[in-house]
């Protein structure tokens, strides 16, 4: 069974998410940069909310370019480094990214390659 999988790419410009289905893009979303959010809990929250929207545990993969906006999210323990668990995700922090097949795109709002590419880190593989 194929896995849903967001991966989150927080910059000081905005943050990037893109929710996978195996293969399959199903949203692409540009926010605001984490610097401009004003609650603590914004992203967990939205998680959350994706998660129970497709009545399954989400795999989050988190790639910061700047790892003071990864740690604003409050998705990853900021003296460990490692990923927040919860009933509704499990985060990986991640570095580096791996080539799969290519599945159905969405388009419109711009390129999310480096983003397509991170969330293919096979589960488990912290960095």
Known sequence: MDQYKVVVSPSSKWTRLLLTLGPDELVRAILPAPSLVRHERA???LLEGLSMWVDRPLHVVLSAVD???GLRLGLADPF?????RTL????EVIERAHRRRRGRRIGG????GDLRQLRLVPDGEVR
């Open 43 to 45: 992203a967990s929250t």
């Open 67 to 69: 790892p003071d906006s």
């Open 80 to 84: 460990t480094g490692m990923g927040e």
């Open 88 to 91: 509704y995700y499990q985060v």
């Open 109 to 112: 709002i711009g390129d999310f």
